[in-house]
């Protein structure tokens, strides 16, 4: 399995036209195209930061759809009044103890190791990681995605409220520093969301 995402520096006074172009009109046009799996959207109202990420079942299809997905995001960006960098992932896991509701929110992380590591940080990631952030009250799912190339690496963990995420920053920052002395993954940045639309059909991969 592989993701695009689409970090998008948008107008916060855009975002919930945003969202709605992004639900009524990008959603449904992913899914005519082979090989897409569904999409998610994380969006953070004070700094206008958002996060669009496409899944797809290969690389083959993700390659594929690159020009009938331009015109897609192209017209997102636009709603959103801002601008975008594009990412491409592999990825590695995915887990799903309860499905998300209204007022969901998520947590990324970005990291970089050394790209012989990446195997060795994914398999600690499933082993222990994965396991100590299943237990955190109000969590609902974890994904991980990584680049094999870069070394770059980027985990998301929902939760089912604000308040629960709000809750889980000491041990999260914690867990974080324990997968870091493990494997050697360095911190590149934090940031909590709005979990604004999550279709990101993607199999368990934990």
């Known amino acids: 399995m592989f993701a695009r995402s689409t970090r998008i520096q948008?107008?916060?006074?855009?975002?919930?036209?945003?969202?709605?172009?992004?639900r009524d009109e990008v959603l449904p046009g992913l899914r005519e195209i082979p090989g897409c799996m569904g999409m998610s959207l994380?969006?953070?109202?004070?700094?206008?930061?958002?996060?669009?990420?496409?899944?797809?079942?290969?690389?083959e299809a993700m390659d594929e759809s690159k020009q009938r997905v331009a015109p897609l995001r192209d017209?997102?960006?636009a709603m959103f009044g801002g601008s975008a960098q594009i990412?491409?992932?592999?990825?590695?896991g995915l887990h799903r103890a309860h499905r998300v509701s209204e007022g969901a929110c998520a947590r990324a992380t970005w990291v970089k190791t050394d790209p012989?590591?990446?195997d060795s940080a994914v398999e600690i990631y499933k082993s222990a990681t994965?396991?100590?952030?299943?237990?955190?009250?109000g969590f609902c799912s974890a994904s991980l995605m990584i680049n094999r190339r870069s070394g770059r690496a980027v985990s998301c963990t929902s939760y089912s409220s604000a308040a629960a995420m709000r809750a889980s920053r000491e041990q999260s920052a914690s867990?974080?520093?324990?997968?870091?002395r493990?494997?050697?993954?360095?911190?590149?940045?934090?940031?909590?969301?709005?979990?604004a639309l999550a279709h990101l059909r993607v199999p368990e991969m934990a």
């Open 116 to 118: 012989s590591r990446i």
């Open 130 to 137: 994965l396991p100590a952030m299943e237990q955190l009250d």
């Open 42 to 59: 994380l969006v953070d109202r004070d700094n206008g930061h958002c996060i669009a990420t496409s899944s797809w079942e290969s690389q």
């Open 87 to 92: 990412e491409e992932w592999e990825i590695a």
């Open 75 to 77: 017209q997102g960006l």
């Open 182 to 195: 493990q494997t050697g993954v360095e911190a590149l940045d934090v940031r909590e969301f709005e979990l």
């Open 175 to 180: 867990l974080r520093v324990d997968a870091a």
């Open 10 to 22: 948008a107008r916060p006074s855009a975002i919930d036209s945003g969202i709605a172009y992004m």
